[in-house]
């Protein structure tokens, strides 16, 4: 008996809901391997061109008042990794792009001799030098953001499924004043066999 605005409305909040409580789910099952001492290493190849597009067609629908601007040059090579870990961990960092940012989140991918750079980049009041490192351990909440829904342990899961996949990630502050984290992974070879 509700409106058709209200029902959509309601619907856009379930949505929502089930997106963190999934992304929720999915960290804590990559801490339980992580407390438990579980090799997480993985050397397969991963295509970032195909994640990212995905993510970001899901955040585009989960936040439609955001404006994603994403850049992915053409024949991005393969990384080293796990296709899941890789998804994961966009997953995570758009994400929270999306939910502390305020309007603009700008995807940038480049190519590099033995490295693929991917730059996540928010609008939002970003992170303070002194505390950089402590958003990556585990159940560290920055003050002035606490009030928003979260747990703490994206960062500290994005972290550690990139160190299983031979990569990287830092936070600075973006051309805006925002977040900007940079994920970095190695390009894909192919093994040698003796």
């Not at 997106?19 to 990559?30: A, K, Q």
């Not at 850049?71 to 090579?77: E, S």
Request: charge should be negative.
């Amino acid at each position: 008996r509700l409106d058709r605005e209200v029902r959509a409305e309601l619907i856009a909040d379930i949505v929502a809901e089930s997106e963190r409580l999934s992304r929720m789910v999915d960290d804590l099952l990559v801490l339980a391997r992580a407390e438990r001492g579980v090799d997480m290493s993985v050397s397969g190849a991963a295509l970032v061109q195909h994640r990212l597009t995905s993510v970001v067609a899901a955040m585009t629908s989960a936040w439609p008042d955001r404006e994603f601007a994403c850049h992915i040059p053409d024949d991005v090579p393969p990384v080293t990794g796990d296709e899941d870990y890789l998804e994961h961990v966009l997953r995570n960092l758009i994400g929270n792009a999306a939910k502390y940012g305020r309007k603009r989140i700008a995807i940038d991918v480049a190519v590099r001799a033995d490295s693929i750079a991917i730059s996540i980049e928010d609008d939002g009041p970003g992170i303070p030098e002194g505390e950089r490192q402590q958003v990556f351990e585990l159940f560290a909440r920055l003050k002035p953001t606490s009030r928003l829904p979260g747990a703490g342990i994206g960062l500290f899961v994005v972290r550690r499924l990139l160190e299983a996949m031979g990569g990287t990630v830092s936070v600075g502050t973006g051309s805006e004043g925002g977040a900007l984290f940079t994920v970095v992974l190695p390009r894909y070879t192919e093994p040698v066999e003796h």
